[in-house]
T-cell receptor, first 114, second 113 residues
Framework: NAGVMQNPRHLVRRRGQEARLRCSPM?????VYWYRQLPEEGLKFMVY????????ESGMPKERFSAEFPKEGPSILRIQQVVRGDSAAYFC????????????FGSGTRLTVV | AQKVTQAQTEISVVEKEDVTLDCVYE???????LFWYKQPPSGELVFLIR??????QNEISGRYSWNFQKSTSSFNFTITASQVVDSAVYFC??????????FGAGTILRVKS
């Protein structure tokens, strides 16, 4: 059983470019959660998605960030017009059902904006 | 509001020493879950344990043990006979019935040989 798969593992973008981070949940998991680890701020929740639905985006920055989890394919976290402050590790977790934790995380994507 | 406090920013021990990482949480809910994660230098988040609020029984897994005390809102983690490979950042986290984890700031553990 493959775990949560995130790619790419490392991503370098120039300021103003777009970053697309992918997350494939564990088999049978239909709930996906994105977290961001900023150097001085720790791990923070960003967004919770089910297939084709955003359930909770209370942690998403209001601009430039979006997330989707289509019926087919991985969940995508998209950051438009990246700035240096977006440099962070982005982690994805999945679960088979909501609300009870035990979240299994992927290895993360480390985004560096130059 | 939920909050997790890991007051120890960094701990250094010598191999084979026992070490306890503290975690204090705040929540208004009676149903919640507590977690510990390990983040080694390679950067991934490794799930260690989940505890629900109705189960205060302490747990032991090899050299790891956890002490959950609702009376003091604490969920402390002890590593017995520490090893260099235990060097990592350890995060305590809390989840109520909503679908997100609130993490503490983490404790850096350095185990020296």
């Amino acid at each position: 059983n493959a775990g949560v798969m995130q790619n790419p593992r490392h991503l370098v973008r120039r300021r103003g470019q777009e970053a697309r981070l992918r997350c494939s949940p564990m088999k049978g998991h239909s709930h996906v959660y994105w977290y961001r680890q900023l150097p001085e701020e720790g791990l923070k929740f960003m967004v919770y998605l089910q297939k084709e639905n955003i359930i909770d985006e209370s942690g998403m920055p209001k601009e430039r960030f979006s997330a989707e989890f289509p019926k087919e394919g991985p969940s995508i976290l998209r950051i438009q017009q990246v700035v240096r402050g977006d440099s962070a590790a982005y982690f994805c977790a999945s679960s088979p059902f909501p609300g009870q934790g035990g979240y299994t995380f992927g290895s993360g994507t480390r985004l560096t904006v130059v | 509001a939920q909050k997790v406090t890991q007051a120890q920013t960094e701990i250094s021990v010598v191999e084979k020493e026992d070490v306890t990482l503290d975690c204090v949480y705040e929540t208004r809910d009676t149903t919640y879950y507590l977690f510990w994660y390990k983040q080694p230098p390679s950067g991934e988040l490794v799930f260690l344990i989940r505890r629900n609020s109705f189960d205060e029984q302490n747990e032991i897994s090899g050299r790891y043990s956890w002490n959950f005390q609702k009376s003091t809102s604490s969920f402390n983690f002890t590593i017995t006979a520490s090893q260099v490979v235990d060097s990592a950042v350890y995060f305590c986290a809390l989840s109520e019935r909503v679908n997100k984890l609130v993490f503490g700031a983490g404790t850096i553990l350095r185990v020296k040989s």
